[in-house]
């Protein structure tokens, strides 16, 4: 049993693709019940994903639209993501407050989240632990939320996004930041009192 499950662990990564694609939708079931659509968004990071979800509580007579922005990481292989990111949410209640007796505001807040996924073919499967804070409205200031999401890729990795253009706009954003890291060097120098080609200035 130990070696298969030894064998299973090392092949595993061979049978999925990471994150290799531009847009999936799908259900999300869980501590909540809903949809949930990503879509890659490599002009911020080539793996940098916006995550639109909309469930319902199945604990509490309320749901939200929660709204995410996730940077992925390949662990293993390029095969095999975790990602972990932040958000906001607004939602709606039909929970009565028993001191007032009348209906609790609009939720409102912020969401962490923290995950793993892989993508079989066109069916991506992702398990993810998502902290949410209520800033207001709600009866319940923190609700943890855990839930496996499964989306069907309806476009593959370049299928949106031109791969030339991103690898062009990959390659400028390391020269603009490689450039105002030596513009910042250079002003760390002047105020050093250095020539800004590193020799020091001579002072009487």
Sequence with gaps: ????????????????????????????LGTEIGATAQIRLPLIHKNFVAEGIV????????GSLTLLGKQHQNILSRRLN?????????????????DTGEVYGRPLGIDGILGAEATFA?????????????????????S?????????????????WDKKKERANSRDRKQNQREREREK??????????NPNGWKFWKN
């Design 1 to 28: 049993m130990t070696r298969l499950l030894i064998a299973t662990l090392l092949l595993f990564p061979l049978f999925i693709t990471a994150q290799s694609y531009d847009a999936a939708i799908g259900l999300r």
């Design 55 to 62: 469930h319902k509580s199945l604990n509490r007579n309320e």
């Design 82 to 98: 975790i990602f972990y990111g932040a958000g906001v949410h607004v939602g709606w209640t039909d929970e009565i407050n028993t």
């Design 122 to 142: 066109k069916v991506n499967v992702s398990y993810d632990f998502k902290p949410a804070i209520n800033l207001g409205g709600d009866a319940f200031p923190v």
């Design 144 to 160: 943890i939320q855990t839930s496996i999401s499964v989306r069907y890729v309806i476009a593959g990795r370049n299928d949106i």
């Design 185 to 194: 060097k250079r002003k760390q120098r002047i105020k050093d009192g250095k």
